[in-house]
């Protein structure tokens, strides 16, 4: 593609557009785990939207049910009235997700996006506990509004808030110091659950249990157990950012499953629609759920839209094989990863994450970036994560086959080939 292509993007939208920069060309159609652009140039996805398209681009089952909803006339816009589509993704989710997990969360629907299932998590707890303060991790990201910004530790994001980010402290993420998990804990305990350590008492600890934007950092179980464990000898809430690492993408649904805990609170947006269709949740244990009404609203709290194409994606997870394939194909990817490390060691590679949310962190600078950069050239879409865009990561829709995954990582292994010349 020639670069005129852009020179509307380039000319009217503002600096801050990100990924026009990064896959410059212009994008028409896309089904499954494949994009095509204008000039019907085919890419394959390992991008799903930053984690919003778990389920892949276009899927049936879910365009049906929305067109069938469009054609008629289902409610578009309802603020949270109550709706035929509202409630049969409540009950769906109820009896798919929550029940056959043994879960019990009330189920609040904040603004559609995942900073917004952050702000009312905060806020949440705040009044639940009558503390201000929050402890979060570093490498942590939780979105890009004030409050979440504040429990957020990259520093380039955290400047653009603009003003000074408070009532928040930062603590070691699993492995940041030190690799034994009594030694961190102490550390922790240290700062939380002593006298005289100048840290006001926390209203809530808020994680990722594998952290995307900070570099595909995965949490042992033991650590997320003990942090637990750590909140409940507080007085503090735990809350986990299920936002990217949830739906799948870690391979169960909530990320949080194998380590056996269950939070006080968890957040839940970008793939919770299905369909790419903005939604979120914020999940909580009903004896805190003493908002008032109206308490914390918005204008597009909830989306009827989404909650069909949501619903209808639920259906994925009635099927236990659906979970099973994720697990085979994520093992596919493990074993690629730790070949690539092996076979190019210019790479300086060390493996990051699990299930679908797996990349290596180059010790080169840059290099990262130019992996994803020749990818590019060679029609596979992928991004980097990490505090120096350090780690190239793979997140391809969990729908995709084994042909479409083999060829992507094919196309990737060109792309770090090309990078380490």
């Known amino acids: 593609m020639t670069t005129n292509v852009m020179s509307v993007f380039e000319e009217l939208e503002s600096e801050v557009r990100s990924y026009s920069r990064s896959f410059p060309t212009v994008f028409h159609k896309a089904k499954g785990y494949q994009l095509w652009d204008e000039d019907d140039h085919a890419y394959i996805d390992f991008f799903s939207g930053a984690g919003a398209l778990n389920y892949g681009h276009n899927d049936d089952h879910m365009k049906d049910k929305l067109i069938e909803y469009i054609q008629e006339d289902g409610i578009t816009h309802s603020l949270d009235m109550a709706s035929k589509a509202r409630r049969e993704f409540l009950t769906a989710f109820q009896s798919t997700i929550l029940e056959p997990r043994d879960l019990s969360y009330k189920i609040m629907f904040p603004g559609p996006t995942g900073t917004n299932a952050v702000e009312a998590a905060l806020k949440l707890a705040r009044k639940v506990t009558g503390r201000t303060n929050v402890v979060s991790f570093t490498n942590g990201f939780h979105g890009m509004t004030l409050g979440s910004l504040a429990v957020t530790s990259n520093s380039f994001k955290r400047a653009g808030a603009g003003v000074p980010l408070g009532n928040a402290v930062t603590m070691p993420y699993d492995k940041f110091v030190h690799e034994s998990i009594e030694t961190q804990m102490e550390h922790i305990r240290s700062f939380l659950d002593k006298d005289g350590s100048g840290v006001d008492a926390p209203a809530a600890i808020i994680l990722e249990t594998v952290q995307g934007e900070g570099g595909l950092n995965a949490a042992s179980n033991e650590w997320l157990r003990e942090i637990e464990k750590l909140a409940h000898d507080i007085g503090a809430l735990l809350i ?14 909530f990320s949080f499953e194998p380590a056996g805990i269950k939070p006080d609170i968890v957040c839940l947006s970008k793939s919770i629609g299905g369909y790419g269709l903005p939604l979120a949740l914020t999940l909580f244990r009903p004896e805190l759920d003493i908002w008032g009404a109206g308490e914390h609203n918005g204008t597009f709290r909830g989306n009827c839209p989404a909650f069909v194409t949501g619903t209808a994606a639920l259906d994925y997870w009635k099927d236990p094989s659906f979970e099973k394939e994720i697990a085979r194909k994520a093992d596919k990817i493990t074993s690629f990863l730790t070949e690539m490390i092996d076979k190019y060691p210019a790479l300086e590679g060390s493996l990051r994450g699990r299930g679908f949310i797996q990349g290596i962190r180059t010790g080169v600078p840059d290099l990262a970036e130019k992996v994803a950069e020749h990818a590019f050239s060679h029609g596979l879409i992928m991004e980097t994560a990490g505090p120096n865009d350090e780690v190239f ?9 084994d042909e479409g995954l ?6 990737l292994e060109l792309g770090i080939k090309d990078a380490v010349q």
């Open 240 to 253: 986990v950012d299920d936002i990217q690492a949830g739906v799948g993408r870690a391979g169960t649904f």
């Open 393 to 401: 990561k793979l997140f391809p829709p969990l729908i995709i086959n």
């Open 406 to 411: 083999d060829e992507g990582l094919r196309r």
